[in-house]
């Protein structure tokens, strides 16, 4: 079956400094690759995916590009800041006919000023 | 326009009474999953609608958990006799449920943070 793997946190860093969360996975097929966050308080939204290999998805200066050969899709931020503290979902879908989500355990991510 | 909303938002019940718990999705969007989210288990599939074809109950972790979607919109989770391994947080998401949809980004909802005491 699918499984996603991602680093354990909590991890915790200064302002400005470089992030990376590792995502790791097995799934059968071609899946598509996600990481979704969640703030404090708020619900689960969409950071940034990838369809296909090699392809790299991006957003809010986070980016994570689809690894085939390594079966990876770790989360890069070249500068953190206080606002990007929250947990972070390294997820995946196989396709076929149902999209479920697997999901990673998930990582705190704290940034301190 | 509206995201994916859910009812109630906190929900304290008895350990054996019945719970109901209520998803409106995205206006248009056909497929509808429901998660739970725990400290032990993490986020998990619950059950998957997609338009009018059979759900996909194949996460759902006993038979005292069950899930109807009614018109192709609302949908409601119901859990029978509530044990303390119920609590968590459940997680309704909608997606426009394409046909070939590969790739497709589903919505959360803010969830239903149920405690069993």
């Known amino acids: 079956g699918n499984s996603v793997t991602q680093m354990e946190g909590p991890v915790t860093l200064s302002e400005e400094a470089f992030l990376t969360i590792n995502c790791t996975y097995t799934a059968t097929g071609y899946p598509s690759l996600f990481w979704y966050v969640q703030y404090p308080g708020e619900g689960l939204q969409l950071l940034l995916k990838a369809t296909k290999a090699d392809d790299k998805g991006s957003n809010k200066g986070f980016e994570a590009t689809y690894r085939k050969e390594t079966t990876s899709f770790h989360l890069e931020k070249g500068s953190v800041q206080v606002s990007d503290s929250a947990v972070y979902f390294c997820?995946?879908?196989?396709?076929?006919?149902?999209?479920?989500?697997?999901f990673g355990k998930g990582t705190l991510l704290t940034v301190n000023p | 326009g509206a995201g994916v909303s859910q009812s109630p938002s906190n929900k304290v019940t008895e350990k054996g009474k019945d719970v109901e718990l209520r998803c409106d999705p995205i206006?248009?969007?056909?497929?509808l999953y429901w998660y739970r989210q725990s400290l032990g288990q993490g986020l998990e599939f619950l059950i998957y609608?997609?338009?009018?074809?059979?759900?996909?109950k194949s996460g759902l972790p006993s038979d005292r958990f069950s899930a109807e979607r009614t018109g192709g919109s609302v949908s409601t989770l119901t859990i029978q006799r509530t044990q303390q391994e119920d609590s968590a947080v459940y997680l309704c998401a909608s997606s426009p449920g394409l046909a070939g949809g590969r790739g497709e980004t589903q919505y959360f909802g803010p969830g239903t943070r149920l405690l069993v005491l």
């Open positions: 206006s248009g969007h056909t497929a």
């Open positions: 997820a995946l879908h196989s396709g076929g006919s149902n999209y479920k989500l697997t």
């Open positions: 609608f997609q338009g009018n074809s059979a759900p996909d």
